[in-house]
C-alpha cells in the first residue's frame, strides 16, 4: 500500500477485502478454504488473494500490489519470529479452519507508529455487532519511501 | 423413455424466433465479455478462479472418476473446466467436448487447452451423445429476457442436455428463497431447486439429487438418466 499503489487503489483493496471476508460472505470464503486450502504455507499471499480475485479493478496497479504483498516477507508482525506476511496469511487459515469462524476486517496503520503487522479483535463496523478478527497492515503514504531496489546507506 | 431427436437449434421449433433471439442474446453476451476481460473468469462472469473452481467440484460429484469417460461441456466459455480436470483429475482417461455459442470463447479455448482428449467446437447443444453433460453458469443471466422465455430457454438446454447423456448431467442455478415470478430486475434468474427437478423428473423422467450448502447463494442438480437417452 502507500508508495507502492495508488491512494485510490488501496481504498478499492480495503473494499475488496472487507467485502470478501464479512459475514454475509463468510460462508463462501470457508468453503473454498476447505476445499482448496486457499490460506496455507504452501501458498503466498499474492497466490491466495489472486485466486480470489482480490487484486486492483486498475490492472496498471495489479504489480505494485503483488510487490507489496511480496514485501511483507520483511515485515515484522505483532509475533516474535513471524513475518507479516505468514502472520496474515496464518490468521485467516486459522480463523477459516476453526468450528467458529468470524468476519474478518483488514485496516491500516502508520508504519511511522508500528511496523509490524497487527492481529487484534473487536466491534471495527459501528453498524455491525459482529466481533472480528481485524489485521491492521503498516503502511507509509507516497513519497516517505525508498525507491525500490534503493539500497540503505551504512 | 425416449427424447426428442435432435433439431436445428438445440432444441427449438423451426421457426421458433424467440428462442432463437435468447441464442443470439447470450452469444453476443459472452463474446463481448471475453472481448473485454480475456481468458479469465470475468470474461465468462465469474469473479474469481477459486469460486468457479468450487462450482465444478459440484457439478462434478455426478462422475465417476474411477474409469474413463466421455463428457460434454456445455458453455464451456474459453475451457477454464478444462483446465480444472487437468489440474484435479489428471489420473482419470476423460475424453472432453467444449460447446459453446461463442466463436470468440471456443477460439480462445482452443489456443489454450486443445490436445489429446479435449476438442471444443461452435454450437448451440453438443454433437455427441456422452456419458456426462455439465453447464456451469449457463441459466443465470438472463439478458433482459421475460421469466417465461428464459425459462423456455433452461427447458430447451436441459432438455438438449438429457438427450446427449448417457449415464446423467448437472447444472446449477442462482438459490431464490421462493420461487415467485422474480422480476429479473438485476439480470439474474433466480429460480428454486424444486422447480427444475420436477421437470428433469416429470418431463425427462430422470433422478435429481440436490447439492447446496457449499458456501454460494446457488445449488447445484445433480440429474441421473435412470434409462439411456433414445438418439
Known sequence: MGDYIKDSTTSDILVQLNKRFDAEHLPEM????????????????????????????????????????????????????????????KVIQKNLESATPRPVATAAHAAADDLGLKVTQGKPLVFSSDEHIIVSVPTTPKGQVKPRGAKTKK | MTVSPRTDRAGA????????????????????RVAKHG?????????????????????????????PFALNDIGC???????????????T?????????????????????SGSGRRFVVATSSPRVADYSVASGVMNVSLGHPREVWEDFVATILREMR????????????????DTAHDLADGLYR????RWIDFCEGELGCSVETIDGYGMREFTLLIRCNEPAAI
Not at chain 1, 479493478?57 to 508482525?77: M, N, P
Not at chain 2, 470475468?42 to 469473479?47: I, P, Q
Open chain 2, 39 to 67: 481468458a479469465t473468469p470475468l470474461g465468462v462472469d465469474w469473479s474469481c478462479w477459486a469460486t468457479q473452481n468450487l462450482r465444478f467440484v459440484q457439478l462434478l460429484k455426478l462422475c465417476d472418476f474411477s474409469g
Open chain 1, 30 to 89: 470457508v468453503a473454498l478454504q476447505k476445499e482448496f486450502k486457499v490460506f496455507s504455507a504452501k501458498h503466498t499471499l499474492r497466490q491466495s488473494f489472486a485466486l480470489l480475485g482480490i487484486v486492483p479493478t486498475d490492472a496498471s496497479e495489479r504489480e505494485g500490489w503483488f510487490y507489496f504483498l511480496d514485501q511483507l516477507h520483511k515485515y515484522k508482525s505483532d509475533l516474535p519470529n513471524v513475518t507479516g506476511h505468514d502472520r496474515w496469511v
Open chain 2, 77 to 91: 466459455g474459453y475451457g477454464a473446466l478444462a483446465a480444472y480436470l487437468a489440474m484435479r483429475h489428471a489420473t
Open chain 2, 191 to 194: 429460480t428454486t431447486a424444486q
Open chain 2, 13 to 32: 421449433k423451426p421457426g421458433d424466433r424467440t428462442l432463437r433471439g435468447v441464442f443470439s442474446d447470450v452469444e453476443a453476451y459472452y463474446s463481448a
Open chain 2, 93 to 113: 482417461a476423460i475424453d472432453y467436448l467444449g460447446v459453446d455459442l461463442s466463436q470468440a470463447m471456443v477460439r480462445r479455448a482452443r489456443r489454450r487447452f
Open chain 2, 163 to 178: 438427450r446427449a447423456s448417457r449415464r446423467g448431467f448437472s447444472v446449477n442455478f442462482i438459490n431464490a428463497d421462493i
